[in-house]
């Protein structure tokens, strides 16, 4: 006898074959967002840094859209949108920009953009540097906000907390980290604390019985032994005798404090006529320390004005190697200027 299959059975079938058909369309989703996830985005080789910026307040959509402009990816909206619900990230993006390269896949650039791991530049600010130049570096540094222009000194230095004082000097020679849309005045205002906290710590401890009498006086002699030298075993001997020189009164007549007085005149060479220059900068006409820092000394410079080496020499002169020679006496110092400077060493070893 023929059986014939009931409706009910033919109800069960028939979802059951529905279900397999969605299983398997669902199994296949699942492979096919899988792959996209992992698949390298297209970002071509580029001997620069490479980066896509997202918008503040940008929606999903408008985020893919972006990539999509970028030619970075071709894949519909709800690629991205089910990856991002699998990645529990969907409502988690963060506006910035993130850094693109090659072997990028969505996947991770879904995780830098949830993290907010945005693209971090640098900045450094050059031991030696004066303030003009420091201004200058700035006005270049890529993605930052430039507000420097429209402000004076003055009113920098309000901006950053310094009150009355001038800003030379004033800033920790380091590197900062800054993202796109930080301004140049933060950077500025990072620095100044930076200076500010290393200064005072080093003033509390140090040496005994200096002729500087304020954090801002080792300051300005800092930034002298700065430009003096950049090798780290004179730094102090330097320091030493520039406070020798202060604590008698005798005047420091340092070299770069006239080419700081010459400003844009300085033609490469100090002659006779710039050592009667009319400036508090002169310290061959000014006896003491000039009015401010004549350039932004580093960690190594401000540790040695407030940890001087002790000895007897009040001269020093370059050999014209990066080094010095040290004298006690005006006389000692005669015949070596005759030596390394006038190359008239008269037998002596050089």
Not at 287 to 308: F, R
Request: hydrophobic share 40%.
């Amino acid at each position: 006898m023929r059986q014939t299959m009931h409706g009910g059975a033919k109800l069960r079938l028939l979802l059951g074959l529905v279900l397999f058909a969605l299983l398997a369309a669902a199994g296949t989703l699942w492979y096919d967002i899988s792959r996209f996830a992992e698949a390298p985005l297209a970002v071509r080789q580029s001997p620069t840094a490479q980066s896509v910026d997202i918008p503040r307040g940008s929606s999903f959509h408008a985020i893919v859209d972006t990539l999509r402009q970028r030619h970075l990816s071709s894949a519909p909206d709800w690629y991205w949108r089910v990856l991002a619900m699998r990645m529990h990230v969907t409502a988690r993006l963060h506006a910035g920009e993130y850094a693109l390269y090659p072997g990028l896949t969505p996947r991770v650039l879904l995780t830098h953009m949830a993290r907010g791991q945005v693209v971090q530049h640098d900045f450094t600010i050059v031991d030696g540097w004066n303030f003009l130049e420091l201004r200058a570096a700035l006005a270049k540094a890529p993605k930052i906000k430039h507000e420097l222009p429209s402000l004076d000194d003055a009113q920098l230095m309000q901006r950053i907390g310094a009150g009355q004082s001038k800003p030379e000097g004033q800033f920790m020679p380091e590197t900062y980290a800054y993202i796109k849309g930080d301004t140049d005045v933060s950077i500025l205002k990072r620095a100044y604390g930076s200076m500010q906290r290393y200064l005072n710590q080093q003033w509390a401890q140090r040496a005994d019985d200096l002729p500087v009498k304020s954090p801002y006086q080792a300051l300005i002699l800092a930034s002298i032994v700065e430009k003096e030298t950049a090798r780290p075993d004179e730094r102090e001997r330097i320091a030493g005798v520039f406070e020798r020189r202060l604590d008698i009164g005798m005047p420091l007549q340092t070299d770069p404090t006239i080419i700081y007085a010459l400003g844009t005149s300085y033609d490469g060479n100090i002659h006779k006529r710039d050592l009667k220059v009319d400036s508090p900068y002169n310290t061959y006409t000014h006896p003491g320390l000039p009015p401010t820092p004549i350039a932004m000394p580093g960690k190594p410079a401000i540790h040695a004005v407030l940890h001087p080496a002790a000895g007897k020499a009040l001269y020093f002169v370059a050999r014209g190697d990066g080094s010095h020679v040290f004298s006690d006496t005006l006389a000692e110092h005669n015949r070596a200027v005759a030596c390394y400077q006038l190359k008239h060493c008269a037998g002596e070893k050089r």
